[in-house]
């Protein structure tokens, strides 16, 4: 149990009989009256976001999480295969558990699984990853001058926007938090 002045981002909790993770938090202090943390959680099994204030004086549950890296082998239909880069074990995760993190897997990529009771809870794809460029319009000489994007389809199949003088068969860094360009890598 913890107090929740104890309260920190990424910290994983146990509520009501589910586990979320501390998105957000503010410890406030008013002029009158006992301290506060108002929060932000996301609760892990259904990928809701609630928002929970606890009073100086409650007691919250603290959850232990394993943090696993896990190597992208390959998917067969809703499945997504990864190998347990400690055990080298073969480890099946749901689409729904990856989210958006599917638009950014390719061969070998590496994520980090949180593991509660031997069970995945979430999965972090890394927070940059280079892909190619598979198709894009062409560039036009002069085009680094400007600021202005044009989709791009990357080799996971995602389109996103990148500059204008960014060409096919290019390889890029992109977020995988925001899904953005961030700058060109070959």
Do not use: C
Not at 40 to 50: A, F, H, M, P, Q
Not at 80 to 102: N, T
Not at 146 to 151: A, N
Not at 160 to 170: N, T
């Amino acid at each position: 149990m913890i107090s929740p002045n104890d309260i920190n981002k990424g910290l994983y909790i146990k509520l009501d009989g589910q586990l979320f993770v501390v998105e957000e938090f503010q410890h406030i202090k008013p002029g009158k009256g006992g301290a506060f943390v108002r929060t932000k959680l996301r609760n892990l099994r259904i990928d809701t976001v609630i928002e929970r204030t606890f009073r100086e004086v409650e007691k919250i549950e603290d959850v232990y999480v394993d943090e696993k890296s896990l190597q992208f082998m390959y998917h067969s239909g809703p499945n997504y295969h990864f190998m347990d880069q400690e055990s080298y074990e073969e480890i099946v995760v749901g689409k729904e558990m990856l989210g958006h993190s599917i638009d950014f897997l390719k061969d070998n990529t590496e994520i980090t699984a949180a593991v509660h009771e031997g069970e995945i809870i979430s999965v972090m794809p890394p927070l940059f990853v280079d892909l190619k460029i598979v198709s894009t319009e062409p560039g036009i000489k002069g085009d680094t001058a400007k600021s202005g994007t044009k989709p791009a389809e990357l080799e996971t199949g995602i389109t996103i926007q990148v500059p204008l003088f960014i060409e096919s068969g290019e390889v890029i860094k992109v977020d995988t938090r925001t899904g953005r360009y961030v700058e060109r890598v070959r």
